[in-house]
């Protein structure tokens, strides 16, 4: 005896029927993920896969499983491709969406679009670099690279993702959402300036506290120069690979007669500033003075200063262009520099120094922001 079949039956049959086509209506993609993972002075790990025909590096990363979350997937292929277990993931820096038929997907593949994912992999410490193990089948080698380095190996859309994504880590902004490798909300600063980290060599880094010897000529005189909130301003030289960021300052001439008054004249044609009660920090031992014309050993000076005005954005006389000028924490400031943990130990010094010495607070975690053209005000 077949049972009845009632009214509900017919309903749920029909509903069935009818989320047939609207299932095959949806939009379908794939699904990637990826991290961001640096060394210690902020070079970025791509690594160079065996089974593309293009010779193209990658972040690592891989595809999205069938019901698997992708922070689950890049914590899987962090493990896979790189044999670092357990490596946490501290946020999503990039969402991108790449449409089916833009030019860098390889010809031939059937792709429907992808949805990608770039997670914060953090900063390795030298034992953990030394304890990466590739999949030789898979992965051929890894390196840590300069993102201008970067993105010259990765394809051209990975390259604008890479930048993105490591852009919103350095200047603690906001998910970056795009689209075929474009912002499409607001374009945070470095992103609009082109700015990459500068990394500098280590000996630029250490500092020594002590008066600098007599038989040392001062080259340089660069400071940390803070405004009232507890923030630096950095100043970013543009050229043909992007603008490199720097501490206000520059080369000492013969007509400064002293370091100090080099810092004032440099941060008045550099970024406009008006900066009092400089205070010296210490020195680093620039062995050759290379970039001096072969000068020999010499002392680059690195002091502290207060700023008491910001003028209108101005052409810099030495190089004939405006600089950029950001506003960024000094913990920032010291991860765009490049000067790995040297350089994070100098930038707390700087901050513990104007804290005592003009009262200035501790700054807080905020995005980078660039100085509005017309200048500030500052109390």
Known sequence: MTSPVSPSDHVARRAALAAAPYASSRHTVWVGAAAIVTNQVGRVLLVHPTYREDDRWLLPGGV?????????????????ELGLADLPLSGVLAVHSLSPHHPDIQPGASC???????????TLTPDQVEAIRLPHEELSEFAFLETRDAVERLRPVDGQIMLAAYRARLGNTATAHLADGRHILDVPALDRHDVHVRYRPLWDSPLDRGPVPERLPVQQAWAWCFVPDGRVVLVADPGPRGALPMLPGGTVEKTDTTPEDTLHREAAEEA???????VRLGWVLDETGEVYGGVGPNARLRLAARVTAIGPAAVDPATGHPFARLL???????????????GARQ??????TARERWGLPTARPTAIEEVPAEGMRLS
């Open 328 to 342: 960024a924490t000094p913990v920032q400031a010291a991860a765009l520099l490049g000067w790995g943990p040297p």
């Open 272 to 278: 406009q500033l008006t900066l009092t009660d400089p």
């Open 347 to 352: 930038a707390r010094l700087a901050a513990e």
């Open 64 to 80: 999205v499983e069938p019901g698997e979350h992708p922070h689950v997937t890049c914590r899987r292929e962090i493990t896979e």
């Open 112 to 122: 429907p679009g992808e949805i990608r994912y770039v997670f914060d992999g953090g």
